[in-house]
Structure formats: structure tokens, C-alpha cells
């Protein structure tokens, strides 16, 4: 019983060593950019907008705030970033930031903007509900990444 004890403290006292020096690790981009690939967007933009305050016209802080608001669902605030990276006019990151964009507005006509009044009833001109029905059903949204 004694021994279990001794390794359950043992065990204990390793992950908060651990944890420390992970706390205790200075922020780095690279550590934001990791953040951002393991799928931490929230804590990855907070990084990042800690970046931004230091280099406001740092076009690679803006794209991945861009990419962390695309992927949390803030689109305004996304397309707002993703407009920074194409004013840079970077060689590398305008063509991305353009795509991005240009994947947003898609996106947002095609299922995320506002619903007619024929749509929201169910029905449209020389369709019955049960055809509209069944070519909702039909469609799907499928998103492509890369973090190029």
C-alpha cells in the first residue's frame, strides 16, 4: 500500500515538473504555429494576437489569426485578416489569403448567408415542399484545409 502511494506522488510530482516547464517555456511563433496544428485554435489566436501587438504589420501573425477565426467561426473577423494578407501583397501568403477568402464567400452564399423567405417556408417558385425537401437532403458542404 506504501509503495502505491510512494508512485502515485512520484507521479504527481513528475506532471507538475512537466506542466511547469511547459508554463514556464517562453512563447515562440513556432509554439503558436504547433498550438494551431494540434487543433487549440482558441489558445493558438491568443498567441498570435499577443504576436500581432508586438508587429502589427506582420503579415504571416495576420494569417494565422485569419486561419484560427476561419476555423473558430468568426467569419467577419477571418475575412478581415485574410483582406490584411492580400493588402500586404506577400508573395507567398496573398494567393493563400485570396483562396481563403474566396472559400469564405462560398461558404457563406451557399449555406451560411441569409435565408430567403421562399427557402425559409420550405418552398419555391414551381417547386412543391417535397422537391425541395429532397434536393436539401442532397447537398452537402464539404471543407477543404491546408496550412500552407
Known sequence: MKSKLQKLILAVSALVCVQSAALAAPMTFESAVSEYKAGHYQSALSMFKTFGASSPNNAYVHYYIALCQHRLGHIDQARQEYQFVVQSRDAKLAPM??????????AHTSGGGSVSQASASGTTQGSSPSQVS??????KVIEFYADW
Do not use: F, G, I, V
Request: net charge positive; aromatic share 0%; no cysteine.
Open 134 to 139: 429532397s434536393s436539401r437532403r442532397a447537398k
Open 97 to 106: 489569403a485570396q483562396t481563403a477568402m474566396a472559400q469564405l464567400s462560398r
